[in-house]
């Protein structure tokens, strides 16, 4: 079993849409939690942390659910900017220590 | 502020070459991991330096090594190429105590892409 396991897609949605990822985790001593976001052949971005119970950023909204060791992104209002793909990353220590814990990847498009 | 800097973008090697990649954290990082990124895969952590030392290793052969300098900055060696070495090198750096930045977030550089023949 992969420990951060995604569902790879693609999302195909048109603009203005709402989508949701989904990513689950093995390791339920995990810490801490992040999406970032790669376009294509670029580095991965931050998009946003996730801590305790989720936060929201403008049109994104991450959720954590500790007890069922998943994450979720959900992307309000899509704009065709959002075309990416993004991953979903966990690290197992509480500080900046230690290594990333990536998913495969969720790629999304978003049509005109 | 410069983000992380990271040579050569592209190299091509042949098969049992030896290569070496470079990094230059963030100002004010002082931690420095590398990830591999074979194609439509995730980065895999192959591992992190502070403090000029290797404090964690991802499951990644002795063939590949690597040193951080008193400026912090990094090295990645890779020996004996295999052909499953092509992928694309990723460099990341975190603040320190004090160091700009998200606390506990790793800030990526542009990438090496490394292409075995």
């Known amino acids: 079993r992969k420990e951060v396991e995604q569902d790879p897609g693609p999302f195909n949605v048109p603009e203005g849409a709402t989508v949701a990822f989904n990513c689950t985790y093995s390791?339920?001593?995990?810490?801490?939690f992040f999406w970032y976001r790669q376009d294509c052949r670029k580095e991965p971005k931050l998009l946003m942390s996730?801590?305790?119970s989720g936060n929201e950023d403008g049109r994104f909204t991450a959720q954590l659910n500790r007890a069922s060791q998943y994450i979720s992104l959900l992307i309000r209002d899509s704009k065709l900017s959002d075309s990416a793909t993004y991953l979903c990353?966990?690290?197992?220590?509480?500080?900046?220590?230690?290594?990333?814990?990536f998913g495969q990847g969720t790629t999304l498009q978003v049509k005109p | 502020d410069a983000g992380v800097t990271q040579s050569p973008t592209h190299l091509i090697k042949t098969r049992g070459q030896q290569v070496t990649l470079r990094c230059s954290p963030k100002?004010?990082?002082?931690?420095v991991s590398w990830y591999q990124q074979a194609l439509g895969q995730g980065p895999q952590f192959i591992f992190q330096?502070?403090?000029?030392?290797?404090?964690q290793r991802g499951n990644f052969p002795d063939r590949f090594s690597g040193h951080q300098f008193p400026n912090y900055s990094s090295e990645l060696n890779v020996n004996a190429l295999l052909l499953g070495d092509s992928a694309l090198y990723l460099c990341?750096?975190?603040?320190?105590?004090?160091?700009?930045?998200?606390?506990?977030?790793?800030?990526f550089g542009p990438g090496t892409r490394l292409t075995v023949l």
């Open positions: 330096y502070y403090e000029e030392e290797e404090r």
């Open positions: 100002s004010g990082h002082d931690t």
């Open positions: 390791n339920s001593a995990s810490q801490s």
């Open positions: 990341a750096s975190s603040p320190g105590l004090g160091g700009p930045g998200v606390r506990d977030t790793q800030y």
């Open positions: 990353v966990v690290n197992p220590r509480s500080s900046n220590t230690g290594k990333l814990i």
């Open positions: 996730v801590y305790s």
